[in-house]
């Protein structure tokens, strides 16, 4: 299993369990999983397993290359029994990642006393692995990354050091990246990358963002978790072009055919291997539909800091910054260069990292940039923001996902004080904007607010085929020091129920709309 984006599993929908968000179960006899994505899941990332009565140790699972992007409840677990490589993945926390930050894999073993496999430790070659939220475990993979639930709290370090495996299982060809560098290839090319649909567009955002585009899950589920398609907008809408002509059906253009010296009336020259590469004709034209999207640009990659990262300071701050730098198409960096917002700080020629400090940073919002060039003159540019200031400000959005979303510009929803921050509400196809509730009360799609205290907006979305008339409607007080009439603060819809707030024992008549 390659190249395969895993994102957004249903985590509180239909299952009878309840919660259920997981990312999949991984394992089999000398089974691959290399430079997948697995994105948006509260735990399963992968689970290790084999079936009960499997024989133990008689398998081989090899991990290599993954990109695990915010999980939860848990990354990777389990391994009952099980031969497993783990080796130069990429563990990115994302916001809903507040607990295992550093866990590479909660090693299991089975004790219920009936089965096969019971109290049948597995064995393990783990190492090269990346954990944006631990250097330490980064540095040491088995000793940090490699942790051990409460059911299995009671393993004594020699029992530890017996699963570990000092030099990798065997295993077939495959090209091996370092973490970081899979980690951008993963990002160029899993799923169906040659046009991916918006689905995946957002995902592959999430993942270099570090963010998550959906906060609300629709039920109750947060932080890029979703319960529901309807939560993210529902299922895109997919256009095709015509198929390019194959008279003889066997799924390779003629055009293509003709031009690699196939018959384009032959239905069974699909199977065959022309240029004896070890790769069936329709194998090879697939794979030339992947050479179109080769990028040729390098490619870059910031470790420190994160993006959208604050930095809570009295005045200024130093702020280290760790880039990396890599050509896949043969050439090689000739140039890396690092930016504070459109000042240049460092140069480096003939590398491909740039590491420094950058110090004294003023208070506000920064980008850091690293642009680097190769020997082919080809350019790419990485940019991250940084916020300085004296406390952490929220924009928080209670999204009305089904109908719309909304779009901050700058992203991420946390800055520090004083940043000028546009919040678009944006509707879905057949509904309209209607107005902002909460802590700001707007009919304009467009905000443009300076940051200052934490702040919570609404947006309320009409259908077009079914307006909703919202209105102010006063409130009469018929008890108590305030009695009168009064003019709510917020909205009230047709059918609706006002929603009173009381202090001191008195109804002081303020509405909301929903």
């Given at each position: 299993m390659q190249w395969c984006l895993v994102g957004e599993s249903l985590r509180h929908s239909v299952h009878e369990s309840g919660k259920h968000g997981y990312g999949g179960v991984w394992g089999g006899k000398k089974a691959s999983f290399h430079h997948n994505l697995l994105a948006h899941h509260d735990s399963r990332n992968p689970r290790l397993g084999e079936y009960a009565s499997s024989y133990a140790l008689s398998d081989l699972v090899d991990l290599r290359n993954n990109v695990i992007y915010n999980w939860q409840g848990n990354s990777c677990y389990g391994g009952e029994g099980m031969n497993v490589n783990i080796v130069n993945n990429y563990y990115k926390a994302g916001?809903?990642?507040?607990?295992?930050?550093?866990?590479?894999?909660?090693?299991?073993?089975?004790?219920?006393?009936?089965?096969p496999l019971y109290n049948i430790w597995g064995k393990f070659y783990i190492n090269g692995n990346v954990l944006t939220e631990s250097e330490r475990a980064?540095?040491?993979?088995?000793?940090?990354?490699?942790?051990?639930?409460?059911?299995?709290?009671?393993?004594?370090?020699?029992?530890?050091?017996?699963?570990?495996?000092?030099?990798?299982?065997?295993?077939?060809?495959?090209?091996?990246?370092?973490?970081?560098?899979?980690?951008?290839?993963?990002?160029?090319?899993?799923?169906?990358?040659?046009?991916?649909?918006p689905v995946d567009r957002r995902i592959i955002h999430d993942v270099t963002t570090g963010a998550a585009t959906?906060?609300?899950?629709?039920?109750?589920?947060?932080?890029?978790?979703i319960d529901t398609q309807d939560a993210v907008g529902g299922?895109?809408?997919?256009?095709?072009?015509?198929?390019?002509?194959?008279?003889?059906?066997?799924?390779?253009?003629?055009?293509?055919?003709?031009?690699?010296?196939?018959?384009?009336?032959?239905?069974?020259?699909?199977?065959?291997?022309?240029?004896?590469?070890?790769?069936?004709?329709i194998e090879d034209y697939l794979n030339s539909l992947a050479l179109q999207y080769y990028d040729t640009k390098p490619l870059v990659n910031t470790i420190k800091p994160k993006n959208n990262e604050l930095f809570i300071v009295s005045k200024k701050v130093n702020i280290e910054v760790e880039a990396y730098a890599n050509?896949?198409?043969?050439?090689?960096?000739?140039?890396?260069?690092?930016?504070?917002?459109?000042?240049l700080v460092k140069k480096e020629n003939n590398a491909n990292q740039i590491v420094?400090?950058?110090?004294?940073?003023?208070?506000?919002?920064?980008?850091?940039?690293?642009k680097a060039t190769d020997n082919s003159g080809n350019i790419s540019i990485d940019t991250t923001t940084v916020y300085v200031g004296t406390k952490k400000v929220r924009i928080n959005i209670e999204e009305d996902a089904r109908n719309g979303h909304v779009k901050l510009e700058p992203d991420g929803g946390l800055y520090t004080e004083d940043i000028d921050v546009n919040i678009m509400a944006i509707p879905n196809e057949g509904y309209h904007f209607h107005s902002w509730i909460k802590d700001i009360e707007s009919e304009q799609e467009l905000l443009t607010i300076k940051?200052?205290?934490?702040?919570?907006?609404?947006?309320?979305?009409?259908?077009?085929?079914?307006?909703?008339?919202?209105?102010?409607?006063?409130?009469?007080?018929?008890?108590?020091?305030?009695?009168?009439?009064?003019?709510?603060?917020?909205?009230?819809?047709d059918g609706g129920s006002p929603y009173f707030r009381r202090s001191n024992g008195y109804t002081y008549g303020w509405l909301e709309g929903y």
């Amino acid at each position: 299993m390659q190249w395969c984006l895993v994102g957004e599993s249903l985590r509180h929908s239909v299952h009878e369990s309840g919660k259920h968000g997981y990312g999949g179960v991984w394992g089999g006899k000398k089974a691959s999983f290399h430079h997948n994505l697995l994105a948006h899941h509260d735990s399963r990332n992968p689970r290790l397993g084999e079936y009960a009565s499997s024989y133990a140790l008689s398998d081989l699972v090899d991990l290599r290359n993954n990109v695990i992007y915010n999980w939860q409840g848990n990354s990777c677990y389990g391994g009952e029994g099980m031969n497993v490589n783990i080796v130069n993945n990429y563990y990115k926390a994302g916001p809903a990642t507040t607990k295992y930050q550093e866990r590479i894999i909660a090693i299991w073993n089975r004790i219920e006393t009936w089965d096969p496999l019971y109290n049948i430790w597995g064995k393990f070659y783990i190492n090269g692995n990346v954990l944006t939220e631990s250097e330490r475990a980064t540095n040491d993979n088995w000793n940090y990354g490699v942790q051990f639930d409460s059911k299995w709290s009671h393993i004594s370090n020699t029992e530890r050091q017996n699963l570990r495996l000092e030099s990798p299982l065997e295993t077939s060809i495959v090209t091996t990246h370092t973490a970081e560098e899979a980690y951008q290839k993963v990002l160029q090319f899993v799923g169906a990358s040659l046009k991916r649909d918006p689905v995946d567009r957002r995902i592959i955002h999430d993942v270099t963002t570090g963010a998550a585009t959906y906060m609300d899950g629709g039920n109750g589920s947060t932080s890029g978790f979703i319960d529901t398609q309807d939560a993210v907008g529902g299922w895109p809408e997919l256009k095709s072009l015509s198929a390019p002509v194959d008279i003889d059906d066997d799924g390779m253009p003629d055009e293509w055919e003709t031009t690699n010296g196939l018959d384009p009336n032959d239905p069974s020259d699909g199977n065959k291997d022309f240029n004896n590469d070890g790769y069936t004709n329709i194998e090879d034209y697939l794979n030339s539909l992947a050479l179109q999207y080769y990028d040729t640009k390098p490619l870059v990659n910031t470790i420190k800091p994160k993006n959208n990262e604050l930095f809570i300071v009295s005045k200024k701050v130093n702020i280290e910054v760790e880039a990396y730098a890599n050509d896949y198409n043969g050439g090689s960096i000739t140039k890396i260069e690092l930016y504070l917002d459109k000042q240049l700080v460092k140069k480096e020629n003939n590398a491909n990292q740039i590491v420094t400090k950058l110090r004294g940073v003023s208070h506000g919002m920064h980008h850091i940039i690293v642009k680097a060039t190769d020997n082919s003159g080809n350019i790419s540019i990485d940019t991250t923001t940084v916020y300085v200031g004296t406390k952490k400000v929220r924009i928080n959005i209670e999204e009305d996902a089904r109908n719309g979303h909304v779009k901050l510009e700058p992203d991420g929803g946390l800055y520090t004080e004083d940043i000028d921050v546009n919040i678009m509400a944006i509707p879905n196809e057949g509904y309209h904007f209607h107005s902002w509730i909460k802590d700001i009360e707007s009919e304009q799609e467009l905000l443009t607010i300076k940051t200052t205290d934490h702040i919570t907006l609404k947006p309320i979305f009409v259908a077009n085929k079914d307006p909703l008339n919202m209105y102010r409607k006063p409130i009469k007080i018929t008890f108590g020091p305030l009695e009168g009439f009064y003019a709510p603060s917020g909205y009230i819809a047709d059918g609706g129920s006002p929603y009173f707030r009381r202090s001191n024992g008195y109804t002081y008549g303020w509405l909301e709309g929903y």
